[in-house]
């Protein structure tokens, strides 16, 4: 998943406001590379093939939208993990 930015909204509450940039995790290496949301877009397309499991898919297809909104709060992913 990608990482959440938070921030306080008007009453002082944290909320979700968007996703951090993208990233590929080699747990290897111990490095992380950022990458463009077009890069996400195209790294989540080459594993949507790989995936079984309705929790696999359904995990992908949230990553999915975020990807395709470039960060911004995608409709599916703030009714799966609410908005703070």
């Not at 995790?25 to 490095?31: F, K, S, W």
Request: hydrophobic share 40%; no cysteine.
């Amino acid at each position: 998943m990608f990482k959440v930015q938070m921030e306080k909204d008007s009453a002082g509450k944290w909320v979700r406001s968007k996703y951090s940039e993208p990233q590929i995790v080699n747990r290897q290496a111990g490095t992380n590379t950022i990458i463009s949301w077009q890069h996400a877009r195209v790294f989540l397309n080459g594993l949507r093939g790989m995936l079984k499991k309705d929790t696999d898919l359904k995990y992908w297809q949230l990553m999915a939208d975020v990807a395709e909104l470039d960060g911004s709060l995608s409709v599916s992913a703030t009714k799966h993990f609410g908005q703070s």
